[in-house]
C-alpha cells in the first residue's frame, strides 16, 4: 500500500517517513514507541539483550563467511578457479538473501526470539557438517542450505530491536548487533586463516562451527523474552501486500539499494584480497592473510559510532562520510605496498559498516509497520549485494587484476553516492510541491 500522502514517502534520509501498511500503521498508538517498560540504555534487560544479539551477531557472520579467508586453499584442494571457489561464499549469502522474505514472515506469526533461536540452531549443526563436503559441489550445496537457515536471524533481529528498544536508543542498538557481525567477521576468518596453515582449510570449517556452538549457547539463555510483540496469522496476500507497500516508498526503495551497492564493494573486496595477498609481490603465508581481517575492529568502531555520527551530520550527511571513506580505501588499495593496502582496507571497512548501519537503522525507523518484512526486504538486497560481489569481484580480478576488482568497486560506490544526491533532490522537490 502506498504512503499516505505523496510529500511522507520522499523526505530526506535526515527525516524518514513511515512506510504503512495498514490504516493503523498512519497513527500508532500515542505513547507507544517511549513505553516506559522499552528497552533503554541503562536500563534493565538492555545489557542482556546487547551481548545476546552481538553474539548472535558473532555466530552468523562467522559461519556466512567462514569460506572467505580460505578460498586459496580451497581452490587448491578442489583445482578451481577463483571464481568457481566464489561459489562456497556468494551460495550461502545469495540463499540468505532468497529466504530472509519468507522466514521474516514466520517470525510475525511464531515470533522473533523464536525464529533467531530456529535459524541459529539449524546454521550451527550444517556448520558442523560442512568440514565434511567430499567435493566442491558438495561444499557450495552445504553452505547453500547453510545460508538459508541462517536467513531467519538478520531481519527478525532488527524487527526486534525496533519493537523492544525506545527510538531514540534504536540506531545505537542496531549499531552494536552490526559491531557483532563485524567481529563475528573478524574472528572467524583470523581463526581460519591460522587453523587452516596449521591443519589446513577443513579444520578450519571445524573451529568455526565450535565457535558457533558458544555463540548460539549465549544467545539462548541471554537474550530477553519479547514484551511488545503481537503475532500475526500467516496470510500470503497481506504479507504481499505489506512487501508492496514497503517496495512502493521511494526512501526504502533507495535504502535496499543502497545496502545492495555498499556490499557489492565489501563482498569483492574481501572475496578477492586473500588471492592478492598469497600472490606476487606480497606473497604472504595463510595465517598472516586471516590476521589481516583485524581490520574488522575498524568496523566495530564504526559501526558502533554511526548514532554519534548521525546526532552529527544527519544521516544524509552520514552517508556521505561513509562514501568517501569507502572511496579513499579502494583507490588507496590500489598501490602495490602492503602498508598502503591495509590502509586502504581499513577505510573500506570503516566506511562500509558506517553505511550499512545508517541504512539498516533508516529502514527500522522508517516502517511502524511489518517491520520484519522491512527488514527482510533491506537484507534480501544487502546480501545478494555480497552474493554478486563476491562473485563479480573474483571475474573482475581474473579479468584485469586487483585493479579490476577496484573498478567494479568504485562504480558501486558511485551508485551509492548518485542515489544519496538525487534521492535528497527529489525530495526536496517533492516537499515543495506539497506546500
Given at each position: 500500500?502506498p504512503?499516505?500522502s505523496?510529500?511522507?514517502?520522499t523526505?530526506?534520509l535526515?527525516?524518514?517517513a513511515?512506510s504503512?501498511?495498514?490504516p493503523?500503521?498512519?497513527s500508532?498508538a500515542?505513547?507507544?514507541?517511549a513505553?516506559p517498560?522499552?528497552l533503554?540504555p541503562g536500563?534493565?534487560g538492555?545489557?542482556?539483550?546487547?551481548?545476546?544479539?552481538?553474539?548472535?551477531g558473532?555466530?552468523?557472520?562467522?559461519?556466512?563467511?567462514?569460506t572467505?579467508?580460505l578460498?586459496p586453499s580451497?581452490?587448491?584442494?578442489?583445482?578451481a578457479t577463483a571464481?568457481?571457489?566464489?561459489?562456497?561464499?556468494s551460495a550461502?549469502t545469495?540463499?540468505?538473501a532468497?529466504?530472509?522474505?519468507p522466514l521474516s514472515?514466520?517470525?510475525?506469526r511464531?515470533?522473533?526470539?523464536?525464529m533467531?533461536t530456529a535459524s541459529?540452531s539449524?546454521a550451527?549443526v550444517?556448520?558442523?557438517?560442512?568440514?565434511f563436503a567430499?567435493?566442491?559441489?558438495?561444499?557450495?550445496?552445504?553452505?547453500?542450505v547453510q545460508?538459508a537457515a541462517?536467513?531467519?536471524?538478520p531481519?527478525?533481529a532488527?524487527?526486534?530491536?525496533a519493537e523492544?528498544?525506545?527510538p531514540?536508543?534504536?540506531v545505537?542498538a542496531i549499531g552494536?548487533?552490526?559491531?557483532g557481525n563485524s567481529i563475528g567477521?573478524?574472528?572467524g576468518?583470523i581463526l581460519?586463516?591460522w587453523?587452516?596453515?596449521?591443519?589446513?582449510?577443513?579444520?578450519?570449517?571445524g573451529?568455526?562451527g565450535?565457535?558457533a556452538?558458544?555463540c548460539?549457547?549465549?544467545?539462548?539463555?541471554?537474550?530477553?523474552?519479547a514484551?511488545?510483540?503481537?503475532?500475526?496469522?500467516l496470510?500470503p496476500k497481506?504479507?504481499a501486500k505489506t512487501?508492496?507497500g514497503?517496495?512502493a516508498?521511494p526512501?526504502l526503495?533507495?535504502l535496499?539499494a543502497?545496502g545492495?551497492l555498499f556490499m557489492t564493494?565489501?563482498g569483492?573486496?574481501y572475496?578477492?584480497i586473500g588471492?592478492?595477498?598469497?600472490?606476487e609481490?606480497?606473497?604472504l603465508p595463510?595465517?598472516?592473510?586471516?590476521?589481516?581481517?583485524l581490520v574488522?575492529l575498524?568496523?566495530?568502531?564504526?559501526?558502533a559510532?554511526?548514532?554519534?555520527l548521525?546526532?552529527r551530520?544527519g544521516r544524509?550527511?552520514?552517508?556521505?562520510?561513509?562514501?568517501?571513506?569507502?572511496?579513499?580505501?579502494l583507490l588507496?588499495s590500489?598501490?602495490d605496498?602492503l602498508?598502503a593496502?591495509?590502509?586502504?582496507?581499513?577505510l573500506?571497512?570503516?566506511g562500509?559498516f558506517?553505511g550499512?548501519a545508517?541504512?539498516?537503522?533508516?529502514?527500522?525507523?522508517?516502517a511502524?509497520?511489518?517491520?520484519?518484512?522491512?527488514?527482510?526486504l533491506?537484507q534480501?538486497a544487502?546480501?545478494?549485494?555480497s552474493?554478486?560481489?563476491?562473485t563479480?569481484?573474483a571475474?573482475?580480478?581474473h579479468?584485469?587484476g586487483?585493479?579490476?576488482t577496484?573498478?567494479?568497486?568504485v562504480l558501486?560506490i558511485l551508485?551509492?553516492?548518485?542515489?544519496t544526491?538525487f534521492?535528497?533532490?527529489?525530495?526536496?522537490t517533492?516537499r515543495?510541491r506539497?506546500?
Amino acid at each position: 500500500m502506498p504512503p499516505a500522502s505523496t510529500g511522507a514517502s520522499t523526505i530526506a534520509l535526515d527525516a524518514a517517513a513511515p512506510s504503512p501498511s495498514s490504516p493503523a500503521a498512519v497513527s500508532p498508538a500515542p505513547g507507544s514507541p517511549a513505553a516506559p517498560d522499552r528497552l533503554t540504555p541503562g536500563g534493565p534487560g538492555y545489557r542482556r539483550m546487547s551481548f545476546a544479539l552481538f553474539s548472535a551477531g558473532i555466530a552468523t557472520f562467522a559461519l556466512l563467511y567462514s569460506t572467505q579467508a580460505l578460498l586459496p586453499s580451497v581452490s587448491a584442494s578442489f583445482g578451481a578457479t577463483a571464481g568457481q571457489a566464489s561459489w562456497t561464499v556468494s551460495a550461502a549469502t545469495g540463499a540468505l538473501a532468497l529466504c530472509v522474505l519468507p522466514l521474516s514472515a514466520l517470525s510475525e506469526r511464531f515470533g522473533r526470539r523464536q525464529m533467531m533461536t530456529a535459524s541459529l540452531s539449524v546454521a550451527v549443526v550444517i556448520g558442523l557438517l560442512v568440514p565434511f563436503a567430499p567435493s566442491l559441489g558438495w561444499l557450495i550445496a552445504l553452505r547453500a542450505v547453510q545460508g538459508a537457515a541462517l536467513a531467519g536471524l538478520p531481519a527478525s533481529a532488527m524487527a526486534y530491536l525496533a519493537e523492544e528498544v525506545r527510538p531514540k536508543a534504536l540506531v545505537a542498538a542496531i549499531g552494536l548487533f552490526v559491531a557483532g557481525n563485524s567481529i563475528g567477521g573478524m574472528s572467524g576468518r583470523i581463526l581460519a586463516g591460522w587453523v587452516a596453515q596449521l591443519w589446513g582449510w577443513r579444520v578450519a570449517l571445524g573451529a568455526i562451527g565450535l565457535l558457533a556452538v558458544v555463540c548460539a549457547v549465549v544467545f539462548h539463555f541471554m537474550i530477553p523474552k519479547a514484551r511488545h510483540f503481537s503475532p500475526a496469522s500467516l496470510n500470503p496476500k497481506a504479507l504481499a501486500k505489506t512487501v508492496t507497500g514497503h517496495l512502493a516508498n521511494p526512501l526504502l526503495r533507495r535504502l535496499y539499494a543502497i545496502g545492495a551497492l555498499f556490499m557489492t564493494v565489501f563482498g569483492a573486496v574481501y572475496t578477492v584480497i586473500g588471492y592478492r595477498l598469497v600472490d606476487e609481490p606480497f606473497n604472504l603465508p595463510q595465517g598472516i592473510v586471516g590476521s589481516i581481517f583485524l581490520v574488522y575492529l575498524v568496523g566495530t568502531v564504526s559501526s558502533a559510532a554511526a548514532g554519534r555520527l548521525v546526532a552529527r551530520l544527519g544521516r544524509r550527511g552520514a552517508l556521505y562520510l561513509a562514501v568517501s571513506t569507502t572511496a579513499a580505501g579502494l583507490l588507496l588499495s590500489l598501490a602495490d605496498q602492503l602498508t598502503a593496502v591495509l590502509a586502504g582496507l581499513v577505510l573500506i571497512t570503516a566506511g562500509f559498516f558506517a553505511g550499512h548501519a545508517v541504512a539498516s537503522s533508516s529502514v527500522s525507523r522508517t516502517a511502524t509497520s511489518g517491520r520484519a518484512q522491512a527488514s527482510a526486504l533491506y537484507q534480501s538486497a544487502y546480501y545478494l549485494g555480497s552474493s554478486a560481489g563476491g562473485t563479480l569481484g573474483a571475474v573482475a580480478f581474473h579479468a584485469g587484476g586487483w585493479a579490476g576488482t577496484v573498478v567494479l568497486g568504485v562504480l558501486a560506490i558511485l551508485g551509492v553516492l548518485s542515489i544519496t544526491v538525487f534521492g535528497s533532490r527529489a525530495a526536496r522537490t517533492e516537499r515543495l510541491r506539497a506546500a
